[in-house]
T-cell receptor, first 110, second 112 residues
């Protein structure tokens, strides 16, 4: 009964490949987010959706494309992966101020 | 955009001592100030938060204070325990979309 879940937990891939990370929340929240945490542990917002509508789109390369098929799901697709994309990607959701984070997906680009 | 500075980057204390982590922010319109704890290999979890209309909030051994005039807020942990060892992040948001800008984190180590 995990509140915010992500798949996969680990993702190892070659440069140039395309990959997707999936996120689901069962909290009934309207808003979902994607964050990137780099090797120095810095957490930075990438995108946010509210009721399937994109509301936050930070300065992120257009190789990254979020998709929200419904308000319980927010997926992240990454094209043409680069070495610098290696990081932990966290999904989060919120119904008000508090954000609940998923367990993270550790992406390693070789 | 919003800029959040967090200090110190590392903090080592003896069990039972107090720990204080400070953050400053740049945008005076900021109105929500949460603190997250992230244990090694785990997800960030909210431990306490404060809104701009409140100066201080306590929850057992943790407290947060906010000085809106000076644009800084602090996390206070009393009677520290080894399980308090983690990375602590402050964050700031403006308005109702709850876009969080995080500080760079403080690695707290509590030595038994």
């Amino acid at each position: 009964d995990t509140a915010v879940s992500q798949t996969p937990k680990y993702l190892v891939t070659q440069m140039g490949n395309d990959k997707s990370i999936k996120c689901e929340q069962n909290l009934g929240h309207d808003t979902m987010y994607w964050y990137k945490q780099d090797s120095k542990k810095f957490l930075k917002i990438m995108f946010s959706y509210n009721n399937k509508e994109l509301i936050i789109n930070e300065t992120v390369p257009n190789r990254f494309s979020p998709k929200s098929p419904d308000k319980a799901h927010l997926n992240l697709h990454i094209n043409s992966l680069e070495l610098g994309d290696s990081a932990v990607y966290f999904c989060a959701s919120s119904g008000s101020a508090e954000q609940f984070f998923g367990p993270g997906t550790r992406l390693t680009v070789l | 955009g919003e800029n959040v500075e967090q200090h110190p980057s590392t903090l080592s204390v003896q069990e039972g001592d107090s720990a204080v982590i400070k953050c400053t922010y740049s945008d005076s319109a900021s109105n929500y100030f949460p603190w997250y704890k992230q244990e090694l290999g785990k997800r960030p979890q909210l431990i306490i938060d404060i809104r701009s209309n409140v100066g201080e909030k306590k929850d057992q051994r943790i407290a947060v204070t906010l000085n809106k005039t000076a644009k800084h807020f602090s996390l206070h942990i009393t009677e520290t325990q080894p399980e308090d060892s983690a990375v602590y992040f402050c964050a700031v948001s403006i308005g109702s979309n709850y876009k969080l800008t995080f500080g760079k984190g403080t690695l707290l180590t509590v030595n038994p």
